[in-house]
């Protein structure tokens, strides 16, 4: 019997080697490193159980069938409890035993796949891809780091503007100086200067201490300034001086305070359209964009998402002690066809919530949200609809409100497809609302 399945298996493509009884096994698998071993329960030397026991003290991974006489089935399904990946009864069922082969030799290649995956992303920052957009950026960001010049990051919401920046610092003359970051959008619009620009005790109510100002924090240092298209337009001339000056006064101060910064800015704005609109200064712009570093957005760049899944996976397994090991390369293919309008940082969530739903080694199509298993949203090619016989003003609201519709109301989808920014698109939508029988919930 050992003859003739030794001789089917390698029929079937698998490397084999065999060996008579228990103790001999053990000795051949750990010369012969198998993925898989098929072994019978009785046998001299050791017996299936304690073969097993010896096999996954060795490697956790190897894939352990057993092959046991109708009255060994109890000792089998136990024998499943310490590990065995599955057993089979005499007589052998050969299309069965090649399913479960075949089965095992799957994980055993999802796993070789995952490892190398992991090998190429153990030890890097969250830049990661191979794809030649994202080599390009990270190229063009080891070679600014070193200049010591003013930077602006652009790229939609999501695709890892604050990791460029914090990789330019890390690279440059700087790097054992503060990194501090402040968000224009987060600031309260009455904190703005002070966060700029610190205040002394007493300049205003609630000043109850004297504080710094990011300038100051940043001092001999990198300050990134992120959605600085947001910033407030009455801020930016002052904040043009401060840098032109590189001396501070802090509000209800008397005193100029030197500060010696790099400043790297990051906007999801098209700056040139923000200038047009006046919402943007020109000279600031200028003041800041020696170097213009443009993050491709996450569709444009498919090929690294495995890459970046695995990462994340690799992070979150280790954050929640999960199983999930790595991915079925259907769950990795559903992933790729999939737009992406949150970029990394969705994929990101994307993945933590499988590694926690997941309950195996292996993240599969189930465990990714419905929007993502259903379909992949449209592009924009898809978005044709005929409209006749309307005022302007109407087909607008038809065409956002279809787009709305076709990227299941997420906003920020629907304002890619447009080529408009979020704003835009939820300020049209409170409007048609104020008109009446238009919601504007959703993300």
Known sequence: MRAVLELRLA?????????????????AARAFDPDIVVTDLVMPELSGLELLG??????????????????????????????????????????KLRALLDDAARDVETRLRSRRLSGRVAGRDGLIGESRAMRSVVDLIDRVAGADTPVIVTGESGTGKELAARRIHDLSRRRDGPFVAVNAVAVPEGLVESEFFGHEKGSFTGALDARPGCLEMAHRGTLFLDEIGEMPIALQPKLLRVLNDQRVRRIGGRREIEFDVRV?????????????????????????????????????????????????????????????????????????????????????????????????????????????????????????????????????????????????????EAARLLGLDVKTIRNKLHRYAADGGVSSAGR
């Open 264 to 412: 790297v800015a990051a906007t999801n704005r098209d700056p040139a359209r923000a200038i047009r609109e006046g919402r943007f200064r020109e000279d600031l712009y200028y003041r800041l964009a020696v170097f213009t570093i443009e993050l491709p957005a996450l569709r444009e760049r498919p090929g690294d998402i495995a890459l970046l899944a695995q990462h994340f996976l690799d992070v979150f397994r280790a954050r929640h002690a999960a199983a999930a090991e790595g991915f079925r390369e259907s769950s990795i293919e559903r992933l790729k066809k999939y737009s992406w309008p949150g970029n990394v940082r969705e994929l990101k969530n994307v993945v933590e919530r499988a590694v926690v739903l997941a309950d195996g080694p292996w993240i599969e199509d189930r465990h990714w949200p419905p929007y993502i298993r259903e379909s992949r949203l449209p592009g924009a090619a898809e978005l044709v609809f005929e409209i006749g016989g309307t005022t302007l003003d109407d087909a607008e609201k038809a065409l956002i409100l279809k787009t709305l519709e076709m990227a299941r109301n997420n906003k920020a």
């Open 54 to 95: 010896a096999l996954k003290r060795d490697d956790p991974h190897c894939h352990v069938l057993l092959v046991t006489a109708e009255g060994g089935v109890a000792d089998a399904v136990e024998a499943m409890k310490h590990g065995a990946r599955d057993f089979l009864t005499k007589p052998l069922d050969y299309d």
């Open 11 to 27: 029929s079937w493509g698998f490397q084999v080697r065999s060996a008579p009884d228990g103790g001999a096994g053990r000795d």
